[in-house]
């Protein structure tokens, strides 16, 4: 008989950009909301958002909606800006 191989996975975690709470502000003044209008569209608590804003970072799924929504704004850029700015509609 043979026996199974175990694998052990190593994950480093990257560590949560510091700057979050600038880039989250910066998109909530593009988009035009306040911190209860964010929550309100993310369907979380406004003490989320402004939790969020004091530095702690959010969880995955709240990040994946996050960007859903700015991405659907085309203010991704401003979450990533890495990213980069979109570019003009080609007609």
């Known amino acids: 008989m043979s026996r199974r191989q175990q ?5 480093e975690l990257e560590e949560f950009p510091p700057d ?3 880039r989250l502000d910066a998109f909530r003044q593009a988009a035009g909301l306040s911190c209860r209008g964010l929550a309100r569209l993310l369907k979380v608590n ?11 970072a959010p969880g995955s ?3 994946v ?7 659907g704004m085309g203010l991704l850029h401003l979450l990533l800006p890495e990213v980069g700015e ?6």
């Open 7 to 11: 694998c052990v996975y190593h994950i």
């Open 20 to 22: 979050f709470p600038e």
């Open 46 to 56: 406004a003490r989320t958002v402004f939790r969020w804003n004091a530095g702690a």
């Open 61 to 63: 799924g709240h990040l």
């Open 65 to 71: 909606s996050l960007f859903s929504l700015a991405a």
């Open 86 to 91: 979109p570019e003009g509609t080609i007609d």
